[in-house]
């Protein structure tokens, strides 16, 4: 489908943390199986890749504060930040990765937005997802209350590296997150960048996200977020920019230029006014893109089936279009082109050699019905409960919507009571 | 929540199709109570309402054609259309109305599309779902060939009014259905006014839907689709007009002037490139609005959950206003108001009186949670699957996913053989 091709009864075989085989099931040898999964008249696809999320702090905030002003919602946001405990942030966390492993989520990047990362590196054991975690900076404006926390931990980065990145089997990336051009000095994206080439580890950025970065950014340095970060030396093929919903043409010969990524959030830009991102142009320019949730805290949702569809019916109203964005083309930003826009080429696609990153979606539900088309089906119909098997790194996270070795009673549960606890003494 | 008022705690009974009480769980005596379900820590409210939709047809195209052109998509359909028989429409009526009970919905306005009825009334009492059946007629450009018909129809409609107007204990209403100012002529509209006002059953029309239609009613009567139809003494409260994307200023005036109502569609309207409803305009105005799904062969769900978001974020995005449209108004939008929209306003609402319509939603999931406040979670982040329980006219239709008394494994399956077959013989 898409890209990919589609393969009618067909086989996979895994072998440790890899895809050893695809193909017609003939061609594919299964004697000698530890272990075989009968996916007959189910679509056998990639896990899902979502390329800008916020977990950890992100599902404390989910739906606390709807259909209000940016600033009333970014103030409510720190009072609760202020009592962030390590114990409820592992349980937001754990209870993040589960939502998106059932949603067929098997890769995420985290921005980690300035905050503690211990608790989401202890919830990535309990549910071992494929992650990139960037360390998140800023210095200006209402970040401000976290500046010498950013630079000491910029300084210090080589520790986080030494003890996080690639380790889970290589499942687990750490990176660097300079947060955005309007809280972030010119200082500190230079030396995110020093500190990045030094480690060889990737950024993960917010920006061009609204007109009220533009804004700021034109008054303070007289260019646009993308130029001015262009002339800092900080653009680059390992940086992922979420949002870019403010691109004149310019920024986007700078972004194929340099081969910078994006990170397209359709639901959270819709839902927040911040615009909409130039999709056809920057696809046409040959940048990569990929499609992404961001954190529950501006979408609500860990779902990449909503992002497909939303993208697909958004941006076929606004280019005046019905043919612009084919299925196949919102399944590959779902899949493949997430892995690109967040350089994790090894998953996203199935294909030998391949991280073994596999979901299993039944589409024999009566709203999905009839599948004249997979890749139909998948954008238009199907739903993050049609998934009934996650694979990540060749482990089985859930089975027919069974976690196998995890308690999600008691993690809803958990999570649930801390997070309103956390209201409680922060807001009441 | 939103216009209607949340009760904690609460109980409520029903006595035979109607609510009895509801309130307080203390105020509201159970005793004596035949069965009694415990919906603790869910939300228990009205079932939604789909104001505009046409299953038995359109389940039959769903996701046949995607990004393709209005006219390749038109002629496809009518390929599928000439070859449709009552066995496969009856499958189709069926599974149309499993998902839609599945997702939550009671209630649905039925557009017949101008194709047969018996095989959708049938299904109707296996599910017993409560619809108005609008009988669809036509007579200019594509829908030419059904002219004869439709004039035949129009003209018996009385056999059709005795036959199954508030029939099923009142649940299955009947009314008419001219297709649209481009498919009917000025003599189909007068007739059907006429019809309608003496058979006291509603009506139910495509008005304004996009731009094409705009053009054509221009260059053929020299004005809009709305005022073409006001001048045939055509609209009134009885009327419900789905779409509406192409309304200027006189047209809004009209509509409130006349009481005529909204079927607002928005994510079918997105994804074929049809315009944008004025929501904000027209609710201004006093323009009753309910939200739809339309039919699966136009958004391809029948689910109002996405309704609720997609309405949520795209109209945020377009009025540039995250204030605009507040959750508690897309829940209305979705229950009471699609109720009023369609002209029953004996369902969409949970007060002693009211007809037992009411579903019971499990928010305890890891995308929903934490629940800081319902309205928030039922529209940005639940999903159809979160429904557990449907009750319909006092019967239950859904308990804890399961539908008594319904085979859904064999529906599913003669759907499915049925569509492939179809498009076998009609397209291969």
Redesign the interface.
């Known amino acids: 489908m898409g890209g990919a091709k589609k393969i009618e009864n067909g086989s996979l075989t895994i072998s440790g943390d890899s895809i050893a085989a695809v193909g017609p099931a003939a061609s594919v040898p299964t004697d000698g199986a530890r272990k075989l999964i009968d996916a007959r008249g189910r679509v056998v696809m990639p896990g899902f890749v979502n390329c800008h999320t916020h977990i950890a702090s992100n599902?404390?905030l989910?739906?606390?504060l709807?259909?209000?002003?940016?600033f009333e919602w970014l103030q409510t946001m720190w009072q609760l930040k202020r009592n962030f405990d390590e114990e409820t942030l592992y349980w937001a966390s754990l209870?993040g990765l589960?939502?998106m492993a059932?949603?067929g989520i098997t890769t995420f990047n985290e921005h980690f937005d300035a905050y503690r990362v211990e608790p989401q590196i202890a919830a990535l054991k309990t549910m071992p997802l494929r992650a990139t975690l960037g360390y998140g900076f800023a210095d200006r404006g209402l970040y401000a209350p976290i500046t010498d926390w950013s630079w000491k931990a910029l300084h210090s980065f080589d520790d986080k590296v030494s003890r996080h990145h690639r380790t889970g089997n290589d499942r687990v990336h750490v990176g660097l997150s300079p947060h955005s051009p309007y809280s972030c000095g010119a200082e500190m994206f230079k030396l995110v960048r020093e500190v990045a080439d030094a480690h060889k580890v990737v950024i993960h950025t917010h920006l061009a996200e609204g007109p009220q970065e533009v804004a700021y950014v034109s008054e303070t340095y007289g260019t646009t977020p993308m130029q001015w970060v262009y002339s800092l030396g900080f653009l680059g093929s390992d940086v992922t920019a979420a949002h870019c919903t403010q691109l004149n043409d310019d920024d986007i010969r700078i972004m194929a230029e340099t081969g910078t990524k994006i990170a397209h959030c359709p639901?959270c830009?819709?839902?927040?006014?911040s615009g909409?991102l130039r999709l056809r142009s920057v696809r046409e320019a040959g940048v990569t893109v990929g499609l992404a949730t961001d954190g529950p805290a501006s979408?609500?949702?860990?779902?990449m089936f909503?992002e497909m569809?939303?993208a697909?019916?958004?941006h076929?109203?606004k280019t005046?279009?019905?043919?612009?964005?084919?299925?196949g083309e919102l399944l590959e930003m779902a899949t493949t082109g997430a892995a690109a826009a967040m350089n994790r080429p090894d998953t996203g696609k199935l294909a030998p050699g391949m991280k073994a990153d596999v979901i299993i979606v039944d589409l024999?539900?009566?709203?999905c019905?009839?599948?004249?088309?997979e890749a139909?089906?998948l954008?238009?119909?199907a739903?993050?409960?049609d998934v009934v098997t996650t694979i990540c790194d060749g482990q089985i996270l859930m089975e027919e919507r069974a976690l196998p070795g995890i308690d999600?009673t008691e993690?809803?549960h958990r999570?649930?009571e801390g997070?309103?606890a956390l209201?409680h003494r922060s807001l009441d």
């Open positions: 599902m404390l989910r739906g606390l709807e259909d209000v002003q940016l209870m589960v939502e059932k949603a639901c830009n819709a839902k927040l006014n909409t979408h609500n949702s860990l779902d909503q569809k939303f697909g019916m958004i076929k109203d005046n279009d019905v043919e612009f964005l084919k299925t024999d539900k009566p709203h019905l009839p599948v004249y088309g139909a089906a954008v238009y119909s739903r993050a409960d999600e993690i809803r999570f649930r997070a309103l209201r």
